[in-house]
């Protein structure tokens, strides 16, 4: 064979690879509103920054057609000029569904970022293990699982789901740090409405199973929702833009512009002085962060708290605030389970937490109590004093009880703790401590409901403000709300270089 015959051989190979599974298919994924796996990896990555990886990898035939590259296509490339692997799964070959080549695709993937310290993003649109390959294929979701639980902590690893996902393609990205949806255009479940029919006997749809509404509120599953798949991978980059590329790199520096000692002088507008009156706790984040840029995660899981990322001073931060605005900002089993999932990801990867705390207590009640709230509770209470990033938190207004312990409070190891004078740091509120320590003396008062304001007031006094934490040294100040960016940005200028050891031990034994 010529060189010029090899050279068309091998453009033959790669031009058949490129097609996938055939003109056909991919117009039927353009009519879903869908992206090709190229097209999708087109629009993630710098222009022409690809280098794919096993294009000419095969070895199934169905009905004599040959698929080169199999139902996935690998490589690496750079996004917004840094490098980053990715994997983008070709539902129009056999459905996107992992046989024994696609498996070792991504898993060679996999090694590949793990050793260079990169990124893994996975493009993820898949019927899930290949039934006609049998145990292949199961093995091969194995060996991914293996490589996820390796890399966690190592790499970040992101999911984009961009198709209907089943089996292991949903339980690959449930073991990395974030998943991405696309409404309508996107559905995550173990297995789809035909085999749950059979089964229960449950008649259900593919989006109301597993599209991205139930998954980013009703779930949890999913972090991020977004409309199309363009701003979707958009979105991406855009939660990459806070990330390291590795577990032993600092987040990346940007030069925001943003005074370090600008003055939050609305701020006093925006929280109302009492307690229990509502207030949206974004309008302060957006207030401390860099130009107001908050990226917020699971936005519409357990509203109650708020966590996301933002930069103070040009560097990455995650922002974890109780939410007034829902339920009163109370923690129960979800927000408790949101929030230290999140703290969890920044402690990985050199991500500082500031915790911004107004916080009634832990939700009491039966169906909190049945689904685990003492074993919730406590992953929050693990997450914040396992983390070893530095730790700022500030109390806005109130911190009750085990909250105030939980919230990233000195106790769990916070570096630098203050309170605004609005703090009431208190086991409870007044209007129920009363109830317990003083109910005798209201019972017996010639006008119980005059006893019953006395002692609160009383209570106020005495022990519903942050002097006491203050003169004990659990909070390190007290200071002007105004003031919150530039002490955070100071506290946090201080702590880059803090340096803490823990006790040697193989791992903790975090109450899953
Ligand atoms: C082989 C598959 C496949 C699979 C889809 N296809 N899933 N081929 N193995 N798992 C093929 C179809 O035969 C079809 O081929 C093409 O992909 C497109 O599929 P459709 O059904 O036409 O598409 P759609 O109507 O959009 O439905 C998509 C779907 C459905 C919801 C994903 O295909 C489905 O329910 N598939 C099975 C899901 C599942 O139960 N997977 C196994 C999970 S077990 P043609 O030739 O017609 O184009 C698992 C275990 C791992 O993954 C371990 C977990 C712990």
């Given at each position: 064979?010529?060189?010029?015959?090899?050279?068309?051989?091998?453009?033959?190979?790669?031009?058949?690879?490129?097609?996938?599974?055939?003109?056909?298919?991919?117009?039927?994924?353009?009519?879903?509103?869908?992206?090709?796996?190229?097209?999708?990896?087109?629009?993630?990555?710098?222009?022409?920054?690809?280098?794919?990886?096993?294009?000419?990898?095969?070895?199934?035939?169905?009905?004599?057609?040959?698929?080169?590259?199999?139902?996935?296509v690998?490589?690496?490339?750079?996004?917004?000029?840094?490098?980053?692997?990715?994997?983008?799964?070709?539902?129009?070959?056999?459905?996107?569904?992992?046989?024994?080549?696609?498996?070792?695709?991504?898993?060679?993937?996999?090694?590949?970022?793990t050793?260079?310290?990169?990124?893994?993003?996975?493009l993820?649109?898949?019927?899930?293990?290949?039934?006609?390959?049998?145990?292949?294929?199961?093995?091969?979701?194995?060996?991914?699982?293996?490589?996820?639980?390796?890399?966690?902590?190592?790499?970040?690893?992101?999911?984009?789901?961009?198709?209907?996902?089943?089996?292991?393609?949903?339980?690959?990205p449930?073991?990395?740090?974030?998943?991405?949806?696309?409404?309508?255009?996107?559905?995550?479940?173990?297995?789809?409405?035909d085999?749950?029919?059979?089964?229960?006997?449950?008649?259900?749809?593919?989006?109301?199973?597993?599209?991205?509404?139930?998954?980013?509120?009703?779930?949890?599953?999913?972090?991020?929702?977004?409309?199309?798949?363009?701003?979707?991978?958009?979105?991406?980059?855009?939660?990459?833009?806070?990330?390291?590329?590795?577990?032993?790199?600092?987040?990346?520096?940007?030069?925001?512009?943003?005074?370090?000692?600008?003055?939050?002088?609305?701020?006093?507008?925006?929280?109302?002085?009492?307690?229990?009156?509502?207030?949206?706790?974004?309008?302060?984040?957006?207030?401390?962060?860099?130009?107001?840029?908050f990226?917020?995660?699971?936005?519409?899981?357990?509203?109650?708290?708020?966590?996301?990322?933002?930069?103070?001073?040009?560097?990455?931060v995650?922002v974890?605030?109780?939410?007034?605005?829902?339920?009163?900002?109370?923690?129960?089993?979800?927000?408790?389970?949101?929030?230290?999932?999140?703290?969890?990801?920044?402690?990985?990867?050199?991500?500082?937490?500031?915790?911004?705390?107004?916080?009634?207590?832990?939700?009491?009640?039966?169906?909190?109590?049945?689904?685990?709230?003492?074993?919730?509770?406590?992953?929050?209470?693990?997450?914040?004093?396992?983390?070893?990033?530095?730790?700022?938190?500030?109390?806005?207004?109130?911190?009750f009880?085990?909250?105030?312990?939980?919230?990233?409070s000195?106790?769990?190891?916070?570096?630098?703790?203050?309170?605004?004078?609005?703090?009431?740091?208190?086991?409870?509120?007044?209007?129920?401590?009363?109830n317990?320590?003083?109910?005798?003396e209201?019972?017996?008062?010639?006008?119980?409901?005059?006893?019953?304001?006395?002692?609160?007031?009383?209570?106020?006094?005495?022990?519903?403000?942050?002097?006491?934490?203050?003169?004990?040294?659990?909070?390190?100040d007290?200071?002007?709300?105004?003031?919150?960016?530039?002490?955070?940005?100071?506290?946090l200028?201080?702590?880059?270089?803090?340096?803490?050891?823990?006790?040697?031990?193989?791992?903790?034994?975090i109450?899953?």
């Open positions: 064979m010529t060189i010029e015959e090899s050279l068309e051989k091998l453009q033959a190979l790669k031009a058949r690879a490129a097609l996938g599974g055939g003109e056909e298919r991919i117009e039927a994924q353009h009519q879903r509103g869908k992206l090709t796996a190229r097209e999708r990896i087109d629009a993630l990555l710098d222009p022409g920054s690809f280098e794919e990886m096993d294009a000419l990898a095969h070895d199934y035939e169905d009905d004599g057609v040959q698929y080169y590259g199999d139902a996935v690998t490589g690496w490339g750079k996004m917004d000029g840094r490098t980053v692997c990715v994997f983008a799964q070709d539902f129009t070959v056999f459905g996107g569904s992992l046989g024994a080549v696609v498996g070792i695709k991504i898993a060679k993937l996999m090694d590949v970022a050793k260079t310290g990169v990124p893994v993003i996975g993820n649109d898949s019927g899930g293990a290949r039934i006609q390959e049998g145990v292949d294929a199961l093995a091969g979701y194995g060996e991914i699982f293996f490589r996820n639980v390796q890399a966690s902590g190592v790499i970040p690893q992101i999911s984009v789901i961009m198709g209907p996902c089943a089996g292991g393609a949903v339980y690959s449930a073991l990395t740090d974030f998943i991405f949806m696309v409404e309508q255009t996107s559905q995550m479940f173990l297995t789809g409405p085999v749950i029919a059979s089964v229960t006997g449950e008649i259900t749809t593919v989006e109301e199973l597993g599209g991205a509404a139930s998954h980013v509120s009703k779930s949890g599953v999913a972090h991020f929702s977004s409309p199309n798949e363009t701003d979707c991978l958009e979105e991406v980059k855009r939660l990459l833009s806070y990330l390291p590329s590795n577990n032993m790199d600092d987040p990346p520096f940007e030069e925001t512009g943003d005074p370090v000692d600008r003055r939050l002088d609305d701020v006093l507008n925006v929280v109302p002085g009492e307690a229990d009156q509502q207030y949206d706790v974004r309008d302060v984040i957006e207030r401390v962060v860099d130009n107001g840029e990226m917020e995660v699971h936005e519409y899981f357990a509203p109650n708290i708020v966590c996301g990322l933002g930069r103070i001073a040009g560097h990455p995650g974890v605030a109780n939410q007034p605005l829902y339920l009163a900002g109370v923690l129960d089993i979800d927000s408790s389970r949101k929030a230290a999932r999140f703290v969890r990801f920044c402690d990985s990867f050199n991500i500082p937490i500031v915790t911004l705390v107004d916080v009634p207590g832990f939700l009491p009640g039966v169906s909190q109590e049945y689904g685990g709230i003492i074993t919730h509770g406590a992953k929050l209470v693990y997450a914040y004093a396992a983390a070893t990033v530095p730790k700022v938190t500030v109390i806005l207004r109130k911190a009880g085990g909250a105030y312990d939980a919230m990233g000195k106790h769990l190891g916070a570096d630098v703790n203050y309170a605004w004078p609005t703090a009431a740091i208190a086991v409870m509120a007044g209007s129920q401590a009363v317990i320590i003083g109910r005798r209201i019972q017996a008062a010639d006008d119980p409901e005059a006893e019953r304001k006395r002692q609160i007031e009383d209570y106020r006094l005495r022990l519903e403000h942050p002097y006491i934490a203050a003169a004990e040294g659990y909070i390190d007290v200071i002007d709300p105004r003031d919150t960016r530039v002490k955070i940005a100071h506290a200028e201080m702590l880059r270089t803090k340096s803490v050891s823990v006790p040697p031990k193989k791992h903790g034994n109450p899953l």
